[in-house]
């Protein structure tokens, strides 16, 4: 069964960073585009940033210059690392992958969230 598991979150101050992790697991064949999307309370979920296999990236014009993803094939890792933080970053971040297990046709996976705080 394939899984995508989120971790990195947590308190920071304004100005500051942190770095998202998401670990696909399961017997994959594939993963085709990863992203990190957020939701802040009372708000609709949002595409924050994007890759594709071949590592081409897109980034929603609030965190452009402060966010960098990037991800690890080998491994089945994407990061999201967040530099300059804002408190309207706050919210829950989610993993997002295009993923075709072994034997099975293709589907988009999301991850449980994890919490970012931007807060002094």
């Known amino acids: 069964q394939v899984q995508l598991v989120e971790s990195g979150g947590g308190l920071v101050q304004p100005g500051g960073s942190l770095r998202l992790s998401c670990a696909a697991s399961?017997?994959?064949?594939?993963?085709?585009?990863e992203a990190w999307y957020r939701q802040a309370p009372g708000k609709q979920r949002e595409l924050v940033a994007a890759?594709?296999?071949?590592?081409?990236?897109d980034y929603a014009d609030s965190v452009k210059g402060r966010f960098t993803i990037s991800r690890d094939n080998a491994k089945n890792m994407v990061y999201l690392q967040m530099n300059s933080l804002k408190p309207e970053d706050t919210a829950v971040y989610y993993c997002?992958?295009?993923?075709?297990?072994?034997?099975?046709?293709?589907?988009?996976?999301w991850g449980q969230g994890t919490q970012v705080t931007v807060s002094s």
């Open positions: 997002n992958a295009g993923i075709r297990p072994m034997g099975a046709h293709g589907y988009e996976y």
């Open positions: 399961g017997i994959i064949f594939s993963i085709n585009v």
């Open positions: 890759i594709t296999p071949g590592t081409r990236t």
